[in-house]
T-cell receptor, first 116, second 111 residues
Framework: EPEVTQTPSHQVTQMGQEVILRCVPISNHLYFYWYRQILGQKVEFLVSFYNNEISEKSEIFDDQFSVERPDGSNFTLKIRSTKLEDSAMYFCASSEAGQLMNTEAFFGQGTRLTVV | RKEVEQDPGPFNVPEGATVAFNCTYS??????FFWYRQDCRKEPKLLMSVYSSGNEDGRFTAQLNRASQYISLLIRDSKLSDSATYLC????????????FGKGTKLSVKP
């Protein structure tokens, strides 16, 4: 079964450093997303990406964050100048179509980011 | 009112029990509805989409009431393997990619 893969599974970084979280979405999917889940809290939408550009972003996704699809297969989330409160599980997801079509979003296994 | 609100749980039930989860959502423009399940420290996985007419998948039945902005999930003959957190998820109205998650209801099925 095709799956979304994320690397690394766990990333520890010092406050103020930049991190790049990597994702390989399912190959025939057109929509890509990043979500995060702070420990003990709900899953929160960060950004959606379609046709090589951001289609939507939440209030969380400020100038500290950026996304890129550098080579047609990888989809990355860059967090600049990390803060302690950025510590969370970051999930990448992809779907064939947008959510208006009741389309399933497939989630990767997540990257646990710990900022120390 | 929270965007997606669920029973806080936890629900502790014996094997074979029937358990029902409820969820309300605030955005009347939402057009897509789902139940996901999440095991501890794992990714959310789709359990089922929810359609206006209601739908059933084996032991699982989902209902949607748009007028009341209410979604339900019924699990019959619960198994030990059903133990997980059940997430009510709603697509933001007018959005192609923004899923709004409830905080989830934890279910523990005991032998």
């Amino acid at each position: 079964e095709p799956e979304v893969t994320q690397t690394p599974s766990h990333q520890v970084t010092q406050m103020g450093q930049e991190v790049i979280l990597r994702c390989v979405p399912i190959s025939n999917h057109l929509y890509f997303y990043w979500y995060r889940q702070i420990l003990g809290q709900k899953v929160e939408f960060l950004v959606s990406f379609y046709n090589n550009e951001i289609s939507e972003k939440s209030e969380i996704f400020d100038d500290q964050f950026s996304v890129e699809r550098p080579d047609g297969s990888n989809f990355t989330l860059k967090i600049r100048s990390t803060k302690l409160e950025d510590s969370a599980m970051y999930f990448c997801a992809s779907s064939e179509a947008g959510q208006l079509m009741n389309t399933e979003a497939f989630f990767g296994q997540g990257t646990r980011l710990t900022v120390v | 009112r929270k965007e997606v609100e669920q029973d806080p749980g936890p629900f502790n039930v014996p094997e074979g029990a029937t358990v029902a989860f409820n969820c309300t959502y605030s955005n009347s423009a939402s057009q897509s509805f789902f139940w996901y399940r999440q095991d501890c420290r794992k990714e959310p996985k789709l359990l089922m989409s929810v359609y206006s007419s209601g739908n059933e998948d084996g032991r699982f039945t989902a209902q949607l009431n748009r007028a009341s902005q209410y979604i339900s999930l019924l699990i019959r003959d619960s198994k030990l393997s059903d133990s997980a957190t059940y997430l009510c998820v709603v697509g933001r109205g007018g959005s192609q990619g923004n899923l709004i998650f409830g905080k989830g209801t934890k279910l523990s099925v005991k032998p």
